[in-house]
């Protein structure tokens, strides 16, 4: 495998297979949709995934902080897109300047969660990130009494499309004789989103940020004593995952027009842990892999489980969305257990292991 | 009738069920500084166990009594199964793991444990029969009912008894000296695996009591309930300080009074129209006694976490916790 990558020495190598990508993630929507449109909405999906895994893993992967709310900063960012931009206040701000808003309110709170917590340690920390998502999933649901501001579980509709001067994202269109269906509009933004956010990430994980980032979650005492600001850092991880959460929230409401507390429950704070966890903490290939993935495959089995349960037993007997939860819980243990740096590891992520095993054997407190 | 000693009455009964599943929490934490992320979903099981066999024992003509009984004889073993699985399955291997690789695993053990409960007794919200006949009673303008009074007797008998089962048994020394230090532990001649197993075990029957009690008290059970439950009653634990039992009793009880209280002045401390000058500033209309309520009592569930919160800010080591909460 390791060789089949080595493009050392071999620079033609890395053009060529940039462009052998480049060419089948252009013509990747078109294919999906001539097995159905459903698929490229999937895909799109599956980005939006991929956008709000490389968040956390900003926070669970490169910093170690373990957030189990990180929907929260999503459904911020989605309702800040969602009451700016739609008929709820009347309000119909364009789509670039909700965006940076929206990542700002989340980044805001994303600094709101992480100010009191700096002092916690992983399991805590946990825990109280956990019930600061469900905080925010009870005012969502609640804040329509007596000024209504998030319409309760209702939900917010009709939510403007991205608009760029003429070109609606939500309508279809025929340009230079190929036919443009509004998911695979929507496709190749998220596409770019994405492709400049995984740049940003790489280049963050490499700079002086990413570094005493990787410091802290080695060893925090120790990353203090070389000088590193901890309590700004780990305010910074918080802001820029959760901003990150704010954006693909804000592009979530524009796709699927409405939005309500439903789309924010725990359990997907859990998936997108789970992506993280599966594809390797602190390794952006490995997270993608992982989003993709978990994206992917219960929606496979969602079309085969299902006929296939039909043709054996005559009736469904358990709910795709059923086996889907269960490959998430069983992918958590099994993963861990197995696997624990992931299916991906980064780098740094296997040496502490090797490490903690060995000297977990000669003391097994900490 | 009163509403400050009702909704005391209401919490300490409450806050008891709490504390019972507290236990669990604090004792698994006490002893290998792991939270029990699944815990809540133990307590879930052994609610939907009780829940069929009381369905399907209520119309026999049994009395209701050994009827409920039955419900939590059966779930108890049910339980302490799933403790003990969970315990060799998911913790076991990984005892000397980073310490969130077991936080991670008991995440997926509660993914699968809470839709095998839905697979099982699907994902309606069932209703628990009632067949145990209230009585209520009156004291001091605050209404108590049997249900309530046996809910915080069980409690006070089953904390009494781990308490007796901690501090005066073979098993309870055993414990205590693997909580202080398992390989010294180890090297007096004490199988820890056995301990640590023993302690799930144990935790998990409480739970199946507490799933029980929580189910007829509010006459409901679903798949979904222990995650929310579980979080209130590691609140409570780490309220009266993780690791230590009487505070997970003193925390529970507590949580369950501020909860209760909370829930019952919210809605009149955040009515605007009580203080007139904010009202006036903010142009609210509070005509003939009209009201402008910011907070109600849906907002109930937001006061186990913001204690959670204020308690690890202020005081990480809790009420009665020696143990500073600072770094592994």
């Known amino acids: 495998m390791r060789a089949l990558f080595d493009t050392r020495g071999h620079p033609a190598l890395v053009w060529i297979g940039t462009a052998l990508v480049a060419i089948v993630l252009a013509v990747l929507p078109f294919a999906l949709a001539s097995i159905g449109t459903t698929w490229v909405r999937i895909t799109n999906y599956a980005i939006l995934y991929v956008l709000l895994a490389l968040g956390l893993n900003i926070v669970v992967g490169f910093a170690g902080l373990l957030d189990l709310g990180y929907i929260a900063f999503y459904a911020v960012g989605a309702y800040t897109y969602a009451l700016l931009a739609s008929p709820h206040f009347d309000l119909h701000l364009p789509f670039w300047a909700v965006l940076p808003i929206g990542a700002a309110v989340a980044a805001f709170f994303g600094v709101l969660l992480g100010a009191p917590t700096l002092k916690l340690r992983g399991d805590y920390l946990a825990i109280v990130t956990l019930g600061f998502g469900e905080i925010v999933r009870i005012f969502l649901n609640n804040l329509s009494r007596p000024v209504n501001i998030t319409n309760g579980p209702q939900g917010i509709a009709r939510i403007d499309p991205f608009r760029i001067d003429g070109l609606d994202f939500s309508k279809y269109e025929t340009l230079a004789g190929v036919f443009f269906s509004g998911p695979i509009k929507y496709y190749y933004l998220l596409l770019l989103v994405m492709l400049a956010i995984i740049v940003l990430n790489v280049r963050l994980q490499d700079s002086r940020i990413g570094r005493a980032w990787e410091a802290i979650r080695e060893d925090e005492i120790a990353a203090r004593a070389m000088g590193i600001n901890t309590r700004d850092m780990k305010l910074l991880a918080f802001a820029m995952g959760a901003s990150f959460g704010g954006v693909a929230g804000g592009m979530f409401s524009a796709i699927q027009g409405f939005i309500s507390p439903e789309s924010f429950v725990l359990v997907e704070s859990i998936m997108v842990v789970s992506m993280v966890v599966l594809g390797g903490m602190g390794n952006i290939w490995g997270v993608i892999l992982g989003a993709l993935l978990l994206s992917f495959v219960p929606e496979i089995l969602r079309w085969t489980v299902e006929p296939f349960q039909r043709a054996l037993f005559g009736r469904q007997l358990v709910e795709p969305e059923v086996i889907r939860m269960l490959i998430f819980g069983f992918a958590l243990v099994l993963i861990m257990i197995f696997r624990p740096a992931g299916l991906l590891p980064s780098a740094v992520r296997k040496r502490e292991l090797a490490a903690s095993a060995e000297s977990r054997l000669a003391d097994v407190r900490t | ?328």
């Open chain 2, 1 to 328: 009738m009163d509403v400050f000693l009702q909704q005391v009455v209401n919490g300490v009964t409450l806050g008891a069920v709490y504390a019972v599943v507290a236990l669990g929490y604090t004792m698994v934490y006490g002893i290998i500084q792991l939270i029990n992320f699944a815990h809540g979903e133990v307590v879930m099981i052994g609610a939907m166990v009780a829940f069929s066999v009381i369905s399907a024992l209520a119309p026999s003509g049994l009395p209701p009594l050994a009827v409920v009984l039955l419900g939590t004889g059966f779930a108890i073993p049910v339980c302490m199964l799933v403790g003990y699985s969970m315990e060799r399955l998911a913790y076991r291997p990984l005892r000397r793991a980073p310490r969130l690789a077991p936080l991670i695993t008991a995440i997926g053990i509660s993914i699968i444990l809470q839709h095998l409960a839905l697979m099982i007794w699907s994902r309606n919200i069932l209703a628990f029969p009632q067949i145990l006949g209230t009585t209520t009673y009156f004291v001091g303008g605050a209404a108590i009912t049997n249900v309530q009074i046996a809910i915080i007797a069980i409690c006070v008998a089953l904390m009494g008894g781990l308490a007796a089962l901690v501090y005066r048994t073979r098993l309870g020394t055993a414990m205590r000296a693997t909580a202080q230090n398992p390989q010294v532990a180890g090297l007096m001649g004490i199988d820890i695996n056995r301990v640590i197993a023993a302690t799930f075990v144990i935790g998990a029957a409480l739970a199946a009591v507490a799933g029980v009690l929580y189910g007829t008290y509010y006459g409901i059970a679903q798949y979904t309930m222990g995650s929310v439950l579980g979080l209130k009653a590691f609140s409570a634990a780490v309220l009266g300080g993780i690791g230590n039992i009487p505070g997970a009793m003193l925390g529970g009880v507590l949580l369950g009074v501020v909860e209760a209280l909370g829930a019952g002045y919210i809605g009149d401390v955040s009515d605007l129209c009580r203080y007139g000058w904010i009202a006036a500033l903010m142009d609210v209309r509070c005509a003939d006694g009209g009201h402008f309520i910011l907070f109600g009592s849906e907002y109930q569930d937001v006061f186990a976490f913001l204690v959670l919160i204020l308690v690890l800010v202020l005081r990480p080591s809790g009420l009665l916790g020696e143990r500073v909460g600072e770094r592994a």
